[in-house]
């Protein structure tokens, strides 16, 4: 068997140089950020109190929840009990608006 020498390989052509970048502009294009997020963007300020219901008040909570549908493979109820709640809430909130004639 015949033991030859690896190719040659050939000198990179000379790569033309790169223009140098302007500093000032490319810190304009990353500060300048998109204006379709901040206009979306609403801060909402929250705040947490704790709630006592009846043990049958949770009970029909839970019932009610377990009827929503579901992911087809999850063992996770369709929406969790503090999710209801609000649902809830701002249904109560649209009746009670519509009843008094009052938008908030």
């Not at 929250?46 to 219901?53: C, Y």
């Not at 909570?61 to 929503?68: G, N, S, T, Y």
């Not at 992911?71 to 649209?94: F, H, M, N, V, Y």
Request: net charge positive; aromatic share 2%.
């Amino acid at each position: 068997m015949a033991i030859s020498k690896p190719p040659v390989r050939k000198a990179p052509a000379t790569i033309p140089a790169v223009p140098a970048a302007d500093e000032k502009k490319i810190e304009a294009v990353i500060n300048r950020g998109s204006s379709s997020l901040t206009s979306e963007v609403t801060e909402v300020k929250l705040k947490n109190f704790n709630i006592k219901l009846p043990a049958s008040t949770l009970t029909v909570i839970d019932e009610l929840r377990a009827k929503r549908p579901r992911r087809p493979t999850s063992p996770k109820l369709g929406i969790s009990t503090q999710d209801w709640l609000l649902e809830a809430i701002q249904e109560k909130i649209q009746r009670e608006q519509k009843k008094y004639g009052k938008h908030i």
